[in-house]
């Protein structure tokens, strides 16, 4: 199989020394960058010699593939592709390949977790108990069990939400493009957009960034959400209006909500989120488990591996 002369990965950091090894073992040269190059310069420092890259979020725009010429292979360690310029990709005959399923359950698992905790004021908790204070009787619980849960994106991950919320004993609805076959329904009932909005007392974002999904969640459809309802989005930060959410729960508008991702990332220290007490912060950690990990890095090393062997899988641009 022939190798890749320069072979650049980037968070590397999910990587072990077996994972690297194997990397290696692809190109005549590998490099490993542990943190996130921030900016088109940075990007461009790193990828300007590389025939290939294995990436997780770094934005690889028109720019980068110009100053690039030889970049013709990237690798998404995600499932998403947003953050690649799929047509220059295609222009400069690049191949961009991503994991279509790896973390189904384990960012499901995540979603309910994040809902749990924003419910149970789980993080309050334990800052009143290690603060000295054994019982704090104005941090009383919200139950799942009877309540409504809004999934907005029903494939693989929505869909699972919808049956571990069914688990609690929800009551299950979802909006999505259109509506599905009952057998992909699995007991939960369609609902227009706005009927979702108004009806749910949970909702979970699981949609992929495009056009149409850009600023979905905007000041109007905000408005429509019961005041004490609670928004999870663990998919992409901009199908949410940041600036109207933010707005939303300082007004107490709505009940709260549990970010991990965000409009602009990483999260700017002075960013208004971090001053919000009804707000849980987390940082693209939905997917990152030991069991995602272990699937999604064989799976990115696969589509290596089938590039270099000219059959390529997984491949996401045109």
Not at 90 to 117: C, H, R, W
């Amino acid at each position: 199989m022939e190798k890749i002369s320069k072979l650049v990965v980037l968070h590397g950091n999910i990587y072990n020394e077996n994972w690297r090894n194997q990397f290696k073992e692809l190109a005549e040269e590998t490099v490993f960058y542990d943190d996130n190059p921030i900016g088109d310069e940075e990007v461009i420092s790193r990828l300007k010699d590389a025939d290939a890259t294995i990436t997780y979020w770094t934005i690889i725009n028109k720019n980068v593939f110009d100053s690039c010429p030889n970049l013709k292979y990237v690798g998404l360690a995600q499932t998403g592709f947003n953050t690649i310029d799929l047509e220059t990709a295609s222009e400069k005959d690049a191949v961009v390949t991503n994991v279509p399923i790896y973390g189904t359950d384990t960012v499901a698992e995540f979603v309910m977790g994040q809902l749990l905790a924003c419910c149970r004021k789980t993080v309050q908790l334990d800052k009143t108990i290690r603060g000295g204070k054994f019982f704090d009787n104005t941090l009383r619980g919200k139950d799942l069990n009877g309540k409504t849960m809004g999934v907005i994106g029903y494939g693989k991950i929505g869909s699972r939400i919808g049956e571990i919320a069914k688990a609690f004993k929800m009551k299950v609805v979802y909006w999505d493009k259109e509506k599905l076959p009952a057998e992909r329904e699995k007991g939960a009932e369609y609902r227009e957009l706005t009927d979702l909005l108004k009806e749910s007392d949970f909702i979970s974002i699981n949609l992929l960034l495009n056009e149409e999904t850009k600023g979905l969640i905007n000041q109007e459809r905000l408005a429509l959400m019961k005041p004490e309802a609670i928004i999870v989005n663990a998919a992409r930060g901009p199908i949410i209006d940041e600036t109207a959410l933010i707005e939303a729960l300082k007004e107490k508008r709505i009940g709260g909500a549990a970010l991990d991702v965000f409009e602009t990332e990483p999260l700017s220290p002075d960013s208004p989120l971090l001053n919000l007490d009804n707000i849980l912060l987390s940082a693209h950690h939905a997917w990152y488990s030991d069991g995602a990990i272990e699937r999604l890095n064989t799976t990115v090393l696969e589509n290596l591996k089938n590039y270099l062997a000219g059959n390529v899988t997984n491949k996401v641009n045109p």
